[in-house]
């Protein structure tokens, strides 16, 4: 396991995913790159309430990179490329990164919950 518990190979498929959105070729920066990607996940999976790729059997949303639903995979790629760019500032994510893990979401409702 990677970084926080995502696996090293997911990890390593959203910095390719992540190296396309960013037109970045070889190795360059690789290990800020992976460092970017897995905290991207982790704050996709802390959005949608989930996983977004299985740690064990039948956990997550996916079994490997490739299942992931695109728009969330390519969330997650825009948001570690704008991470990359922006880690010297406190730049505000784009919103089309919200708008493509949106649908994939899970709300919890509460009667708990006061109004």
């Known amino acids: 396991m990677g970084e926080q518990g995502v696996p090293v190979g997911v990890i390593a498929e959203a910095v390719a995913a992540t190296r396309e959105v960013l037109r970045l070729e070889g190795s360059a920066e690789a290990a800020l790159l992976g460092r970017v990607c897995a905290a991207a996940i982790l704050v996709c999976e802390a959005f949608v309430g989930g996983a977004i790729v299985a740690r064990v ?14 728009p969330v995979a390519q969330g997650v790629a825009m948001l570690a490329a704008h991470l990359f ?14 708008a493509l893990w949106r649908p994939y979401r899970r709300l919890r409702l509460s009667p708990d919950v006061a109004a």
């Open 57 to 70: 059997a039948g956990d997550g949303a996916a079994e490997s990179w490739d299942a992931v639903p695109a």
């Open 85 to 98: 760019d922006h880690r010297e500032s406190d730049a505000v994510p784009p919103a089309a990164v919200a």
